[in-house]
């Protein structure tokens, strides 16, 4: 950040008073802008026969590999709608959403991921814009190889076996960078 989004003045980085953190504050108006992680929000769209729905992405990060609909959570939404819209933009798909069901902290890219059960109300659905395919997988057949996120395998391996145990229940993770 260079320039105040209330003044246009310079900004610089400084410690505030009673604070433990270095922020960008304006230099003219002393307004201090705070930078906070990303909300990254999606589902597990689950059709009657239990196949899951992913899409193909066609944008990066990760281009190519597969996903569950997920995405940034907007102002003025909550997470369940951020979900239900995510849904919509990647796959045009309708859902009913349910429980939330796992929570990954990202820190080292300022992001935290939540994903919520639910339910695909019909089978008309397209990829989106943000898509290259969208399908409907069976366990055995989900593509474990090209997923293009670490949460996203977590979740669908807890997921697929909360299901075949009867219980699900919530996943919640720190992860650290991935080694290289």
């Known amino acids: 950040m260079k320039f105040c989004p209330e003044c246009g003045a310079p900004v610089e980085l400084s410690l505030p008073q009673d604070d433990h953190r270095e922020r960008h504050v304006c230099t003219v108006c002393g307004t201090?802008?705070?930078?906070?992680?990303?909300?990254?929000?999606?589902?597990?769209?689950?059709?009657?026969?239990?196949?899951?729905?992913?899409?193909?992405?066609?944008?990066?990060?990760?281009s190519g590999l597969w996903t569950l609909p997920a995405g940034f959570m907007e102002n003025g939404e909550t997470t369940a709608q951020a979900a239900a819209r995510e849904t919509m933009e990647e796959a045009n798909a309708d859902i009913e959403v349910h429980d939330l069901y796992a929570m990954y902290n990202l820190p080292y890219i300022n992001q935290v991921q939540l994903l919520y059960r639910a339910t695909l109300l019909n089978l008309d659905f397209s990829p989106g814009v943000e898509s290259l395919e969208v399908e409907l997988f069976g366990e055995n057949e989900i593509p474990w190889d090209t997923l293009a996120f670490r949460p996203i395998r977590y979740t669908l391996e807890h997921y697929f076996s909360d299901r075949k145990r009867g219980d699900f229940i919530f996943r919640n993770a720190d992860l650290t960078p991935p080694k290289r």
């Open 32 to 62: 201090i802008h705070y930078q906070n992680p990303k909300l990254i929000v999606g589902a597990i769209p689950e059709w009657k026969d239990g196949r899951i729905l992913l899409c193909r992405r066609a944008i990066e990060p990760r």
